[in-house]
């Protein structure tokens, strides 16, 4: 089992940005395909972005694609995810999580950090 801490979340004004980190323990970092999710006030869990074990590959949803980048330190056990021109809608608990697979079907990351929040005032 991996442990995961994600950190970085806080309140920005629209057109700002933000960088997530999360931190991870227990499991050789490498082996993980690593992932972000968020979740709205209200709505279910979305897929965000995902990157490959050695940060060749990446996938974006269509709602981030552009403005947020996901990256990978496999030397320091961490992952981030790069905001720049926040939105309102962007306004979410933020999630990292980890799979063996390159997926962005949420069934398949099986650990889970507690989330940090962003908030994106208009």
């Known amino acids: 089992q991996v442990q995961l801490v994600e950190s970085g979340g806080g309140l920005v004004q629209a057109g700002g940005s933000l960088r997530l980190s999360c931190a991870a323990s227990?499991?050789?970092?490498?082996?993980?395909?690593m992932g972000w999710f968020r979740q709205a006030p209200g709505k279910e869990r979305e897929f965000v972005a995902t990157i490959r074990r050695i940060g060749d590959l990446t996938l974006y949803s269509d709602s981030v694609r552009g403005r947020f980048t996901i990256s990978r330190d496999n030397a320091k056990n961490t992952l981030y995810l790069q905001m720049n021109s926040l939105k309102p809608d962007d306004t979410a608990v933020y999630y990292c999580?980890?799979?063996?697979?390159?997926?962005?079907?949420?069934?398949?990351?099986?650990?889970w950090g507690q989330g940090t929040q962003v908030t994106v005032s208009s």
């Open positions: 999580a980890a799979s063996d697979r390159f997926t962005t079907v949420q069934a398949m990351y099986r650990s």
């Open positions: 227990g499991r050789t970092f490498s082996n993980l395909v």
